[in-house]
């Protein structure tokens, strides 16, 4: 990585446990400028708990977590503001139409109708505007909840399984999106899915059972583990902790 190039996020020592459970274990990352980081694992892996930490809706136990370049536990509201997150799940207010829900969400980031219907638009939403949130399919909600995360141009995008529920046409206009807006952006992606990692990720951290097993490009990751392609490499390395625990 070159030394140039902008630090977002890092992450130190950072561990959240769960009575004797530890969910997150003495994590280091730093995420730069331009990336885009799948955070890859089997389930239970820490994935969703790692990525929640990040968006300030989950408390560490212990460890920091600094976004540009500010502790997000002594600065909690700038660090949102920097920060746009996409929940694994459906989003809030299901009573409420997208227009609603998106409008009220443009107002807690400070921003107007043109916002709207600009994520609107970039999402492929705007023929369901009108429709109540709980009448939508699982695509259409992802998409919704996606586009509620790009309110307020944030530098930072937090996306839980963005891809989840989407048709393969679907799936592929929201990797090309991902790509594009990486160019100015950190963008991190939770994901079980290999070949989201392999084909949109410039960067891979496999996780596996609430820690970081290895980080680096595809290639590197090969590489490391002696393997011809990522479901071999994810193999060797579940397997391998499955066997010692």
Do not use: W
């Not at 509620?148 to 090309?176: A, C, F, V, W």
């Not at 609430?210 to 980080?215: A, R």
């Amino acid at each position: 990585m070159k030394k140039s190039k902008e630090i977002t996020i890092k992450i130190s020592d950072l561990c959240k446990n769960y009575g004797p459970i530890e969910a997150s274990s003495h994590i280091d990352l730093t995420a730069y400028k331009g990336e885009i980081i799948a955070l890859l694992g089997p389930n239970g892996a820490g994935k969703t708990t790692l990525i929640n930490m990040l968006a300030g809706y989950l408390a560490p136990t212990s460890g920091k977590i600094e976004v540009l370049g500010r502790d997000i536990a002594q600065f909690p509201l700038q660090a949102k503001q920097n920060i746009g997150f996409l929940p694994e799940g459906s989003p809030l207010y299901p009573d409420l139409s997208v227009q609603m829900f998106l409008n009220y969400m443009a107002e807690l980031r400070g921003e107007g109708k043109k916002a709207v219907r600009d994520v609107a638009a970039t999402a492929n939403i705007l023929d369901v505007m009108h429709q109540k949130i709980e009448t939508l399919s699982k695509g259409y909600l992802r998409r919704v909840g996606f586009a509620q995360s790009l309110l307020g141009n944030p530098p930072i995008l937090l996306l839980d399984e963005p891809t989840d529920g989407l048709d393969p046409n679907q799936k592929d206009y929201m990797r090309k999106l991902i790509k594009q807006m990486a160019e100015d952006k950190t963008i991190i992606i939770s994901t079980h899915l290999l070949e989201e990692a392999e084909n949109l990720a410039t960067r891979i951290v496999l996780l596996d059972k609430g820690k970081i097993k290895s980080d680096g490009s595809l290639k590197e990751i090969l590489k490391q583990t002696g393997t011809a392609d990522l479901a071999a490499a994810f193999r060797q390395i579940t397997t391998k902790e499955s066997e010692n625990a």
